[in-house]
T-cell receptor
Framework: ETGVTQSPTHLIKTRGQQVTLRCSSQ?????VSWYQQALGQGPQFIFQ???????GRGNFPPRFSGLQFPNYSSELNVNALELDDSALYLC???????????FGDGTRLSIL | TQLLEQSPQFLSIQEGENLTVYCNSS?????LQWYRQEPGEGPVLLVT?????EVKKLKRLTFQFGDARKDSSLHITAAQPGDTGLYLC????????????FGTGTLLAVQP
């Protein structure tokens, strides 16, 4: 048990729609990072939030956005969904950015 | 662009055999982590290595960080079916984010 819970576990959307994925970390984990894992590949860093502010971003377009809340939960929002957005979305948390990250089981997003 | 290449990509062996997985990059990392991921689950942290030349053992698993902190290896002795999974190395980029750059993964199948 990593103490990181993601919801929903699976989601099906169509092109052009918007989606919100949620992550709940354990108390005291002020850092949350989001990753996209396409089938057969390693996870790719999307962005990180630390104490409710964005603390770094990977090579993803602005239609990928996020929020972190004081209760150690966070969201990943994706607008104007594209077929290539189909992937497993993982969140990972840690007490601070320098500590090892612990992952949730992810949300499998399928775009039709 | 930082890249981490893992080899081999796929490995199918018999129970009791030994194996080594390699993780190579041209970039220097502040630390390197190894994860194992099973179908439908998120990556689970196995170990973090920080010092160049460091060797860590976790039961039948031996992890080594290269002297220059650019590469790493994972050696499994007497593999068991329970070792089956996707093994991912991830290098941490020093800085405020300490974001993880994941390797391409090694899919290991241990046949009974």
């Amino acid at each position: 048990e990593t103490g990181v819970t993601q919801s929903p576990t699976h989601l099906i959307k169509t092109r052009g729609q918007q989606v919100t994925l949620r992550c709940s970390s354990q108390s005291g984990h002020n850092t949350v990072s989001w990753y996209q894992q396409a089938l057969g590949q390693g996870p790719q860093f999307i962005f990180q939030y630390y104490r409710e502010e964005e603390n770094g971003r990977g090579n993803f377009p602005p239609r990928f956005s996020g929020l972190q809340f004081p209760n150690y939960s966070s969201e990943l929002n994706v607008n104007a969904l594209e077929l290539d957005d189909s992937a497993l979305y993982l969140c990972a948390s840690s007490p601070d950015p320098q500590q090892p990250q612990h992952f949730g089981d992810g949300t499998r997003l399928s775009i039709l | 662009t930082q890249l981490l290449e893992q080899s081999p990509q796929f490995l199918s062996i018999q129970e009791g055999e030994n194996l080594t997985v390699y993780c190579n990059s041209s970039s220097v990392f502040s630390s390197l982590q190894w994860y194992r991921q099973e179908p439908g689950e998120g990556p689970v942290l196995l170990v973090t290595v920080v010092t160049g030349g460091e060797v860590k053992k976790l039961k039948r698993l031996t992890f080594q960080f290269g002297d220059a902190r650019k590469d790493s290896s994972l050696h499994i002795t007497a593999a068991q079916p329970g070792d089956t999974g996707l093994y991912l190395c991830a290098g941490a980029i020093s800085g405020a984010t300490n974001k993880l750059i994941f390797g391409t993964g090694t899919l290991l199948a241990v046949q009974p």
